[in-house]
């Protein structure tokens, strides 16, 4: 979107999406909005910014919050003219999740989803590899987990319990 | 304004929020954690689906109205759910028996919506199919844990399809909304959903060991706004703070 804009307007959008860059998901904060995909697009119409944003789960609570936090960085960094819309197709899915997100929840224990949702098995949640150990002994706890995005797994090498991402 | 889509619309929202509503009054009370947090999880995917079928009902309508208003303003008769998603939540076998059993036609229902010629209602199905992919895994589960599960599990679920069964019907009954909606290619005509839906229930029935109830009777209304008497009660609740502080805010 950037590119067909003259230099002015990539500087401009550039520090716009410096700002939103630190927006964070609130139940997984590690996560910036872009990470996990949630951030859809954001451009500047005629000097309006328009920042479009898709939610994970219908019913996610934290999609609220994201708005609101989205436009308190953006009132902080002094914008005072822009929207944030919500756009539902193409559905969210794990698969808009970057790589540097699936690292960062590694990082802290989340097993990441397994990369391909086309994968029947990958979406029924087979194969997840433990995010301490790397064992892929591992097996479901339960469907749902902290969140809605979660599901609670236990290692049976390490025999951790740990929260893996779905993949939707 | 099409009234036919604007009802049929709200109609699906209705589904999901009483369902929901139903679900939610299991947080905190679940028989463990875990089970606790999955309820109230699809709970919260079904408000959430009827707030998105609510806001796009309330666009087509085009009168001011919001979610909010459909949700909170509405009476008993005015809601067109099905009886089976209102009924109490009875053990914890007849709820997942409910769900299960509702869980299989949404899942249906909502692939086809998929296709909609409404780009809208084709947008929240996108969503609610993955969703109910996964709710209809979880209840079909717990159906043959329960069901081929001790004497006391399975007595339990068997009483609870007895119970429910008569409820099932009528999801399969449409009217002259639902097939003027179908044959604008914008919704499904509910009988096409009715063989496939029966082939999955009985074959998961056979695996849980449960016997398939008699057709002998049945219940509708629902879609006429002719509830049960547990709807009043159920709305008292959802209503309650809307209803007396009209237009609060959290
Ligand atoms: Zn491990």
Same mark, same amino acid.
């Given at each position: 979107m950037a590119s067909a804009q003259p230099p002015a307007d990539d500087a401009a959008m550039a520090a716009l999406l410096s700002v939103l860059d630190e927006v964070h998901d609130p139940e997984i904060p590690i996560l910036t909005i872009a990470d996990l995909g949630v951030l859809r697009e954001v451009r500047i119409d005629a000097g309006r910014v328009v920042v479009v944003i898709t939610p994970t789960y219908s019913g996610c609570p934290a999609m609220h919050a994201i708005e609101d936090d989205i436009e308190h960085a953006l009132t902080a960094a002094g914008y005072r003219d822009f929207t944030v819309e919500t756009q539902l197709a193409p559905a969210w899915s794990t698969d808009q999740m970057s790589?540097?997100?699936?690292?960062?929840?590694?990082?802290?224990?989340?097993?990441?989803?397994?990369?391909?949702?086309?994968?029947?098995?990958?979406?029924?949640?087979?194969?997840v590899m433990c995010p301490r150990c790397a064992s892929r002994q591992t097996e479901r706890i339960s469907e749902f987990g902290s969140t809605a995005c979660k599901a609670l797994y236990r290692c049976r090498n390490c025999l951790e319990p740990f929260d893996y991402f779905k993949c939707l | 304004?099409?009234?036919?889509?604007?009802?049929?619309? #709200?109609?699906?929202?209705?589904?999901a929020l009483i369902l929901g509503q139903r679900l939610s009054e299991w947080c905190?009370?679940?028989? @463990?954690?875990?089970?606790?947090?999955?309820?109230?999880?699809?709970?919260?995917?079904?408000?959430?689906?009827?707030?998105?079928?609510?806001?796009?009902?309330?666009?087509?309508?085009? #009168?001011?109205?919001?979610?909010?208003?459909?949700?909170?303003?509405?009476?008993?008769? #005015? @809601?067109?759910?099905?009886?089976?998603?209102?009924?109490?939540?009875? &053990?914890?076998?007849?709820?997942?028996?409910?769900?299960?059993?509702?869980?299989?036609?949404?899942?249906?229902?909502?692939?086809?919506?998929?296709?909609?010629?409404?780009?809208?209602?084709?947008?929240?199905?996108g969503k609610a199919?993955?969703?109910?992919?996964?709710?209809? =895994?979880?209840?079909?589960?717990?159906?043959?844990?329960?069901?081929?599960?001790?004497?006391?599990?399975?007595? =339990?679920? #068997?009483?609870?399809?007895?119970?429910?069964?008569?409820?099932?019907?009528?999801? @399969?009954?449409?009217?002259?909304?639902? &097939?003027?909606?179908?044959?604008?290619?914008?919704?499904?005509?509910?009988?096409?959903?009715?063989?496939?839906?029966?082939?999955?229930?009985?074959?998961?029935?056979?695996?849980?060991?449960?016997?398939?109830?008699?057709?002998?009777?049945?219940?509708?209304?629902?879609r006429q706004g002719l509830h049960t008497e547990h709807m009043g009660r159920l709305l008292a609740e959802l209503q309650f703070v809307q209803r007396a502080y009209p237009g609060q805010k959290w």
């Open positions: 790589a540097a997100a699936h690292a960062k929840l590694r990082s802290v224990g989340i097993a990441p989803p397994t990369r391909i949702t086309t994968d029947k098995r990958a979406l029924l949640g087979e194969h | 304004m099409n009234v036919a889509h604007f009802e049929y619309v #709200q109609r699906l929202g209705d589904n905190g009370h679940s028989p @463990f954690l875990e089970e606790d947090i999955a309820m109230a999880n699809t709970a919260l995917d079904l408000i959430g689906r009827a707030r998105m079928l609510y806001a796009h009902a309330a666009a087509l309508e085009g #009168q001011g109205r919001d979610e909010d208003a459909l949700a909170y303003g509405r009476d008993e008769r #005015q @809601f067109g759910n099905f009886l089976i998603c209102e009924l109490p939540n009875g &053990d914890y076998a007849c709820t997942l028996i409910r769900q299960y059993l509702v869980d299989v036609y949404h899942h249906a229902l909502y692939s086809t919506l998929c296709g909609s010629s409404d780009a809208g209602l084709a947008a929240i199905a199919v993955k969703e109910c992919a996964y709710h209809l =895994r979880r209840s079909g589960d717990w159906v043959v844990r329960l069901g081929d599960g001790t004497a006391e599990s399975h007595a =339990r679920c #068997q009483a609870a399809l007895d119970e429910v069964w008569a409820y099932t019907a009528e999801m @399969f009954n449409g009217d002259a909304i639902d &097939d003027a909606m179908a044959a604008a290619g914008i919704g499904v005509a509910p009988g096409s959903l009715a063989a496939a839906w029966r082939d999955e229930v009985e074959a998961q029935l056979a695996l849980a060991t449960l016997s398939v109830p008699r057709d002998d009777w049945s219940a509708s209304g629902g």
